[in-house]
């Protein structure tokens, strides 16, 4: 009976190892993969000539065009500063060269990752089809300046196969959802990581 008692503490005391060690729960690695669209390079990063001191703005895209499932998805951006300058937004459709959208956000009230919601705007993407978001700070003391800007495209698609997380979503090209997903949870660490993988460092 002594040597029965024995194996079956060295045998619960393995497995709270195994299980303290390889947590059944583990999250998938998150990889993002660019969907294959047969388009160039898209992400342009912001450029000024003649502003001084203006903050550092930067589109949360991939260079290529990121995919989203959803009519009217939440796009992101960063500011490095608080700033007085002008935010303006457009959504344009690539292929017709058609603006869909051209609106005035106000400035920047905070500094780091700024929120831009379709759903508010009341704007719902086309199936298949291929739109440049576009950010633009301008001042109203400088209106013949030229323009600090970035831009990106999205492309709305109904993915083949379920897609149940974040880990799915990247690694189907679906950038924007899973982006979203990651900032709603406050997965800050991720989100990094999954910035760095198309070459974005937030400073």
């Known amino acids: 009976m002594q040597n029965k008692t024995l194996n079956r503490g060295s045998l619960f005391i393995l497995l709270m190892f195994l299980n ?3 947590p059944a729960s583990a999250e998938k690695l998150i990889v993002f993969r660019p969907a294959q669209l047969g388009a160039p390079t898209q992400r342009i990063g912001g450029g ?6 203006v903050p550092k703005i930067q ?3 991939p260079p ?8 009217a998805p939440t796009l992101y951006w960063y500011s490095s500063t608080l700033s007085l300058y002008n935010v303006e937004f457009s959504l344009e459709l690539e292929d017709e060269n058609q603006t869909v959208l051209d609106v005035k956000l106000g400035t920047v009230n905070s500094p780091g990752i700024q929120v831009i919601r379709l759903s508010e705007l009341g704007v719902k993407l086309k199936p298949d089809q291929i739109y440049r978001w576009t ?13 600090l800007f970035s831009n990106a495209t999205i492309s709305r698609k109904t993915p083949t196969l379920p897609l149940n997380n974040v880990a799915d979503l990247a690694e189907a090209g679906y950038w924007y959802d899973a982006l979203e997903k990651l900032i709603e949870k406050n997965k800050s660490e991720q989100v990094d990581d999954l910035l760095a ?3 974005i460092a937030l400073q």
């Open 135 to 147: 950010v633009v700070l301008s001042s109203d003391k400088e209106p013949d300046a030229n323009l």
């Open 64 to 71: 290529q065009t990121g995919l989203t499932k959803r009519a």
């Open 48 to 53: 000024t000539r003649s502003f001084q001191k």
């Open 59 to 61: 589109l949360l895209a």
């Open 197 to 199: 993988q198309v070459g």
């Open 20 to 22: 303290s060690t390889f």
